[in-house]
T-cell receptor
Framework: DAGVIQSPRHEVTEMGQEVTLRCKPISGHDYLFWYRQTMMRGLELLIYFNNNVPIDDSGMPEDRFSAKMPNASFSTLKIQPSEPRDSAVYFC?????????????FGSGTRLTVV | DQQVKQNSPSLSVQEGRISILNCDYTNSMFDYFLWYKKYPAEGPTFLISISSIKDKNEDGRFTVFLNKSAKHLSLHIVPSQPGDSAVYFCAARWDILTGGGNKLTFGTGTQLKVEL
């Protein structure tokens, strides 16, 4: 398995533009998570899906952020309009679900810079 | 509200010595604790975990200790190697079976540097 695949690896955009980040989870994993990494807050959960259904979006900072999972193999995180404070590394992760102390598998992340 | 805290943003250790990374949490409902390791330009990778019913879990050079009464856990790396230099994240999970969701709450990370 190729692991969790994110695209693009780097994105530089101007303030006000729409940004779309993409994620392909590991096949068979029922859970998909979007995290954002910043120096101040570390890794913060934005939203997660179970079987393509959003379960908890309480971490989505504002209405400018939206996420979709149209099928089991694809998810997007969209920011519209983007602002400089959105600059961060965004990670997607997936897991098989169920009880226990297993970990997630993370993608390599998308480094977003909004200028 | 930071439910998982790593109060040391950085740690420097000599090769061969012990590295001790610390983590505190506030939510008593957490029942699994995990450590992740992250190299630059890569995603975090799972390192080791511990159930709240245990106080120690060991995997090779890595040992995690849990003190539930103090709501504190630590990761020990012995002996430390230059390849261990990375950011280490502590994470906690409130298990599905006890009413939590399948989500991990992470700390802010500790940058470990192992020097020759």
């Amino acid at each position: 398995d190729a692991g969790v695949i994110q695209s693009p690896r780097h994105e530089v955009t101007e303030m006000g533009q729409e940004v779309t980040l993409r994620c392909k989870p590991i096949s068979g994993h029922d859970y998909l998570f979007w995290y954002r990494q910043t120096m101040m807050r570390g890794l913060e959960l934005l939203i997660y899906f179970n079987n393509n259904v959003p379960i908890d979006d309480s971490g989505m900072p504002e209405d400018r952020f939206s996420a979709k999972m149209p099928n089991a193999s694809f998810s997007t995180l969209k920011i519209q309009p983007s602002e400089p404070r959105d600059s961060a590394v965004y990670f997607c992760a997936s897991s098989p679900g169920g009880p226990g102390g297993y970990g997630y598998t993370f993608g390599s992340g998308t480094r977003l810079t909004v200028v | 509200d930071q439910q998982v805290k790593q109060n040391s943003p950085s740690l420097s250790v000599q090769e061969g010595r012990i590295s001790i990374l610390n983590c505190d949490y506030t939510n008593s409902m957490f029942d699994y604790f995990l450590w992740y390791k992250k190299y630059p330009a890569e995603g975090p990778t799972f390192l080791i975990s511990i159930s709240s019913i245990k106080d120690k879990n060991e995997d090779g050079r890595f040992t995690v200790f849990l003190n539930k009464s103090a709501k504190h856990l630590s990761l020990h790396i012995v002996p430390s190697q230059p390849g261990d230099s990375a950011v280490y994240f502590c994470a906690a999970r409130w298990d599905i079976l006890t009413g939590g969701g399948n989500k991990l709450t992470f700390g802010t990370g500790t940058q470990l540097k192992v020097e020759l």
